[in-house]
């Protein structure tokens, strides 16, 4: 309610977490700056990451890590349908894992079709700080 009346709006605000100390995140980044990045951030936050550098494995990360949630470039295909896919069969398979799309920017038409298919979130990265991204994670997993 204090949001109708603020002039600027904090992310981190929304994201105080309940630790659990099972948390779980797989980042699937194939930029090795980037995906350091985010997990520096959160591990500041004392949130585990696992990692997976190649779209074509992360089916069987997810099955095999069973994150809280996953992180998903979604750049990291040359197709954006490629990707579309690969994240249908996520989320048709493992329909209560939240996931949350990072882009370098993606029209409203991308971000209308991930919606479509129950993706939680999407950031695009070029109006964000890698920073924001643990607070997005945060809010979504206290949901």
């Known amino acids: 309610m204090a ?14 977490l309940q630790q659990r100390p099972d948390m779980l ?10 995906r350091e990045l985010y997990a520096k ?10 990692h997976c550098t190649r779209a074509e494995e992360l089916f069987e990360h997810v099955r095999i890590s069973d ?7 979604i750049d990291a295909l040359d197709r954006f349908s490629r990707m579309l896919g690969l994240l249908k069969l996520i989320k048709a398979s493992f329909n209560h894992l939240p996931v949350v799309a990072i882009s370098g920017g993606l029209d409203a038409d991308g971000l209308k079709e991930l ?6 979130s999407h950031i695009d990265r070029r109006f964000t700080r890698p920073a924001d991204v643990v607070h997005v ?5 206290n949901n």
Do not use: C, T, W
């Not at 949001?3 to 981190?12: A, D, G, T």
């Not at 919606?115 to 939680?120: C, E, F, L, V």
């Not at 994670?137 to 997993?141: C, D, E, P, Q, W």
């Open 137 to 141: 994670v945060k809010a979504i997993l």
């Open 41 to 50: 951030h959160f591990s500041d936050n004392d949130i585990k990451v696992v």
């Open 115 to 120: 919606m479509d298919i129950g993706i939680s």
């Open 25 to 34: 995140v797989l980042i699937m980044e194939p930029e090795d700056y980037l």
């Open 3 to 16: 949001y109708l009346f603020r002039e600027k709006f904090k992310v981190s605000d929304l994201a105080v």
């Open 67 to 73: 994150p809280q949630l996953l992180l998903v470039n």
